[in-house]
Structures are given as structure tokens and as C-alpha cells.
């Protein structure tokens, strides 16, 4: 059963860093595509970043610069480092997987969640 489980959200001042985690079980974890994708109150899903078999990542133009993904697929665990948050970055983030190696697979499995708010 593959499992997506996320630590490590909070509370955090603007201006402030943060990183989370996903750990991975269930699958191959080095053989897919993860991506990050979040939703901020009472708004859609908004994708974040993505990573696929290869190291290879991308980035939503409103976060480019400040968040960074990664992977380690020793320890099956995917992370995003954030800095210089912003209001607009409060949102439930997700651990996503996709269906293949690249991130033109469509999303397969979620984890459930971890809460990010950014506020004085």
C-alpha cells in the first residue's frame, strides 16, 4: 500500500523559513516523479514544485527562488525548504506521487497533508 506521510508544518513569521517532509512507503520511491502541491483557504489546488526520477525539478512562477525541492531516496523522503514566506504561502501542502518517472504522469496517491500558516 503506498503511503505519503507528511511532517513538519507550523506557524511561521513572514519573512521566515520552513521545511517539511514526506516519507514514502509502499513503492519504489526513487523509480517516480513527486511533486508538492498546496491549497491556501477556500481556494483550488495550486502546484508547487515537482522533482522527477532524475533530479530533475521545477517550480511554480510565485514561489521560483524562494522554496526548494528535494529527494532522498536512500531514506525514501522528499522535502521542501522554504524561505522568505509570505502570507499568500499559507495553505495545506501535499505530498503527491505520480504514476511514472516523469512529471507528465498524472498524480496517483496523496499524502494528507500538513498546515503551513505564515502570519505575525
Known amino acids: 500500500e503506498v503511503q505519503l506521510v507528511e511532517s513538519g508544518g507550523g506557524l511561521v513569521q513572514p519573512g521566515g523559513s520552513l521545511k517539511f517532509s514526506c516519507a514514502a512507503s509502499?513503492?519504489?520511491?526513487?523509480?517516480?516523479?513527486m511533486s508538492w502541491v498546496r491549497q491556501a483557504p477556500g481556494k483550488g489546488l495550486e502546484w508547487v514544485s515537482c522533482?522527477?526520477?532524475?533530479?530533475?525539478?521545477s517550480y511554480a512562477d510565485s514561489v521560483k527562488g524562494r522554496f526548494t525541492i528535494s529527494r532522498d531516496n536512500a531514506a525514501n523522503t522528499l522535502t521542501l525548504q522554504m524561505i522568505s514566506l509570505k502570507p499568500e504561502d499559507t495553505a495545506v501542502y501535499y505530498c503527491?506521487?505520480?504514476?511514472?518517472?516523469?512529471?507528465?504522469?498524472?498524480?496517483?496517491?496523496w499524502g494528507q497533508g500538513t498546515q503551513v500558516t505564515v502570519s505575525s
Open positions: 522533482i522527477n526520477s532524475a533530479d530533475s525539478t
Open positions: 509502499g513503492f519504489t520511491f526513487s523509480n517516480y516523479a
Open positions: 503527491v506521487k505520480h504514476g511514472g518517472d516523469s512529471v507528465t504522469n498524472p498524480y496517483d496517491a
